[in-house]
């Protein structure tokens, strides 16, 4: 059976690049009847942290994809050990009594590239058993094929064959001197155990699966099958980091922003791959039908932010189109929280909510812009603006406040449903002899605080009369004093 796993490392929060890990494998398991299994990395015990963890669930639980299975790896040590112990078994790994700063460094030095140790490995059981007995302590390493031309191969299901000779791969760490497993033993002692299939992971993980597939060889086990993914870079080309380039990198950042899920999910999966068909906004199931490896792209795939708008445009049009898509029901409930503060008590219900939303559903990007496309539905006073705002394009203060003198005589008796106010207010411009535009102007800023809103009639009916009388008697007075 299909098996596929999502294992992040809780040492920060969830980079988008991790998100889109896992969405690619959801959307793999999901397309093929397979399993999602989300497995918790966390044996580096130095560098883990709650904060993380939390900020993890935050967001794959945002994403609203579920996993079929979870495991943490700390919880699982036994099978690292075990699949350690059985390799060094076969003679296919060696004992390292190194001092821990020397053995357990892997980086080029004055004489070269690393490779081993080579009295370390060549010493004999015997003296390594002794040494051990003794509480010595030492790091376990793989014995990396040394006495022939050897080349450890595989097949991706990105980049297509992949191989690389033994002769440049380092005798790598399978249990460090304090008995801890490292990152790459523990991760195919799991994938080994947990039964996975395919490893769906960054491209930047591509040079481990060598070191991978031969600890998955001496433990006996069929390597699974791998794909990588290409890397998520900045305008400049420089690999996405949180450290680098901070929040715009987390999920989090997205949901608090206002992104829609499936709207984000849409973004992720056109970053390096493509339904081959020119589609662009996709729902969730039309993403699980057209998934496939085959449509994963080789080359890096560029976030388009800027330093004063740290989104995508493509991201920002995707959520958009999402946002329209939505019932209204629905869109509302998403919106209530960025509305719903003690500070706000204009809005108090959903069923409000969900008769000002379709007034503002065309004029937001992100849910977060209803606090100002809206903000007036919201106020009890409106903010301060400029009497000069009242008076219509082609007309002066006189015009305007007529105009408003008679929308507040018709607003006190009118019917208050939007077929009922725009058949009064625009007998009542025929009455003043003016046109529709002149009268619906002076009311559209007495009633909002700026000329561009939604609908007026929808907005008149949605405030309700005494919020419409009380603010264009507020108007009246400042046309007054010009």
């Known amino acids: 059976m299909l098996r596929v796993r999502f294992a992040p490392s809780p040492t920060g929060f969830l980079h988008i690049g991790s998100a889109r890990t896992y969405i690619f494998n959801w959307l793999y398991a999901r397309h093929n009847g397979g399993t999602m299994i989300l497995r918790i990395d966390d044996t580096d015990v130095e560098r883990n942290t709650e904060t993380s963890l939390n900020s993890i669930f935050e967001g794959l639980r945002w994403l609203d994809l579920g996993w079929d299975e979870e495991y943490k790896q700390s919880q699982r040590l036994n099978q690292h050990r075990h699949m350690a112990d059985a390799i060094f078994q076969k003679d296919l790994a060696y004992r390292d009594f190194t001092p821990a700063q020397g053995s357990e460094s892997e980086k080029s030095g004055a004489q070269g590239t690393w ?15 002794r040494r051990a007995a003794a509480g010595e302590p030492f790091a376990l390493r793989f014995r990396v094929p040394r006495e022939s031309a050897q080349q450890v191969r595989f097949a991706d299901g990105v980049y297509g064959e992949q191989a690389k000779a033994t002769a440049d791969i380092e005798d790598f760490a399978l249990l460090r001197s304090d008995g801890m497993p490292t990152y790459h033993l523990a991760s195919c002692a799991d994938d080994a155990d947990l039964g996975i299939s395919h490893i769906i992971r960054g491209q930047d993980h591509l040079t481990n699966t060598f070191k991978h597939v031969l600890i998955f060889e001496a ?12 890397l998520l870079v900045a305008p400049d080309g420089t690999k996405l980091s949180k450290r680098r380039h901070g929040p715009v990198v987390s999920v989090t950042t997205y949901r608090d922003a206002g992104f829609l899920p499936q709207a984000f999910i849409n973004f992720l999966c056109l970053l390096g791959w493509s339904p081959k068909d020119d589609r662009e906004q996709l729902t969730r199931q039309e993403l699980i039908d057209a998934f496939t490896l085959e449509g994963v792209n080789r080359s890096n795939a560029v976030v388009n932010f800027k330093e004063e ?13 999402h946002i329209r898509t939505l019932p209204v029901e629905e869109l509302a409930g998403r919106l209530m929280p960025f509305v719903g503060q003690p500070e706000r008590p204009g809005v108090t219900d959903l069923p409000r909510m969900i008769r000002i939303t379709p007034l503002i559903r065309e004029r937001i990007k992100l849910l977060r812009d209803v606090l100002t496309v809206a903000d007036f539905f919201f106020a ?65 800023v007495a009633v909002c605080g700026r000329k561009t809103a939604p609908p007026l009639f929808g907005t008149l009916e ?5 919020t419409c009388l009380k603010r264009i008697a507020q108007a009246l007075e400042k046309l007054k004093r010009i």
């Open 462 to 466: 949605v405030l309700g009369r005494d």
């Open 380 to 444: 009890e006073e409106l903010p301060p603006y400029d009497a000069g705002e009242l008076i219509p394009k082609k007309g002066d203060a006189t015009l305007a406040l007529r105009a408003l003198e008679r929308a507040r005589e018709v607003l006190a008796t009118a019917e208050f449903t939007h077929d009922g106010l725009e058949a009064a207010l625009r007998a009542a411009a025929e009455s003043l002899n003016i046109k529709a535009g002149q009268m619906f102007e002076p009311i559209r």
């Open 115 to 129: 490779l081993f140790h080579a009295d370390m490995r060549d010493m004999s059981r015997s003296d390594s058993d």
């Open 309 to 321: 708008d740290p989104f995508d445009p493509k991201a920002t049009w995707l959520n958009a189109e």
């Open 219 to 230: 433990a006996g086990v069929a390597p699974p099958r791998f794909a990588h993914l290409p």
